[in-house]
């Protein structure tokens, strides 16, 4: 089957001082080398490619609309503007960015879910998450249009494809808040054959992909029930960096993050042609007409721009909704209720209303 339809997983805890839930299962494609910025007219803006400052990105998956926002910073000149000279390190099955930024080796890592900083903090890896650009996680689960499911709760009498990685994250949540049964769990094995097969059964994705592609694969629309307008509040696709190179490189921090917030305006509301080229020339398995899809969700769901984010710009966090997503994952079992998960974030880089002038007036 295509590798379109991959699983992607929230996280995959791994034990140790240097490796913490590692990755989402997005989609497609594989492994690129590293996307360095291309020269532009805003050179001599940011004072010549001499005078900028060198950052290295990687991000969880390879290139895809879910990361546009960071491809357009880098294509439009966006990042060289703050001065900065970004090379984007794209991940893949079979890289594990999130180490190369804990020894030393990339800058900042896209990280998939609140989830991932709080088990940083457990196994006590010196990371610190200083954006939330996805205000909304985009986990979803499906189901077909004869289920009749328009609520969460409809689909706790289905059979529920779930991954491995699911099962001791979002899983746990949905037993704890909405009491669903393991007993209706079956194994997610990035197939969705299954699925298509049982009229009567829900698998997981994201809203951004999976609801498109099933479309195509099975010819009929499922309905897509978005966990977190049902209460799982955790933050998706953050910008992490090493704890100490945010305390020592405070400024370089603020421009990374500014300038991405700036590229996710941009790739929303603006003309994003330029980075969608560039996430399908790395991922030749894209297709115009899912990066169309995966925005058009984007901003219909309120993925990026929603909640604080509406006042306080992409990127938005707040403790209270730490405090919020953290009370449920320790009433899940998912998270140890000893943690300091204060200090799996700082809110010095967001909430300053950069790029909110970027947005269509309504």
């Known amino acids: 089957m295509s590798l379109a339809l991959l699983p992607r997983a929230l996280t995959a805890m791994l034990a140790g001082a240097l490796s913490v839930a590692l990755c989402t299962l997005p989609v497609r494609a594989q492994t690129q080398a590293p996307i360095p910025a291309a020269p532009t007219s805003t050179d001599a803006a940011a004072g010549g490619a001499g005078a900028l400052d060198k950052v290295s990105f990687g991000t969880n998956w390879v290139a895809e609309g879910e990361h546009g926002g960071f491809y357009q910073a880098l294509v439009d000149g966006t990042y060289r503007n ?7 390190v794209p991940g893949g099955p079979n890289v594990n960015n999130r180490i190369l930024l804990i020894s030393g080796k990339l800058d900042f890592y896209m990280t998939a879910n609140t989830l991932q900083s709080f088990e940083a903090v457990a196994n006590n890896v010196p990371v610190v998450a200083v954006a ?9 689960l499906l189901a077909h249009p004869e289920a009749k499911v328009t609520t969460l709760e409809d689909l706790k009498p289905l059979t529920l494809f779930v991954s491995k990685e699911g099962i001791p994250t979002y899983f746990q949540w949905l037993k704890s808040e909405f009491k669903f049964s393991d007993d209706n769990v079956r194994p997610y094995t990035s197939n969705a054959q299954p699925f298509i097969a049982n009229k009567m059964s829900a698998m997981q994705g994201y809203v951004t992909s999976e609801p498109f592609l099933i479309e195509q ?13 049902y209460g799982f509040s955790a933050y998706s696709t953050l910008i992490e960096t090493r704890t100490a190179f945010a305390e020592r490189k405070a400024d370089l921090v603020q421009r990374f993050v500014d300038a991405s917030i700036v590229g996710w305006y941009n790739y929303l509301y603006g003309d ?46 707040s403790d209270e909704r730490m405090a919020d997503f953290f009370t449920k994952m320790v009433r899940a079992g998912v998270v140890r209720r000893d943690i300091d998960y204060r200090k799996a974030y700082t809110l010095r880089f967001v909430n300053k209303a950069v790029g909110l002038d970027l947005r269509p007036r309504q």
């Open 82 to 88: 703050y001065g900065l000279d970004v090379t984007i």
């Open 132 to 140: 939330a650009i996805f205000q909304k996680d985009p986990q979803v």
């Open 217 to 229: 694969q099975a010819k009929f629309k499922p309905t897509a029930i978005l966990i977190a307008d």
């Open 272 to 317: 994003n042609a330029a980075a969608n080229a560039m996430i399908k020339k790395l991922n030749p398995e894209m297709t115009d007409a899912l990066l169309d899809y995966s925005v058009g969700r984007m901003k219909a769901d309120g993925i990026v721009d929603s909640g604080d984010a509406l006042k306080n710009g992409i990127g938005a966090m």
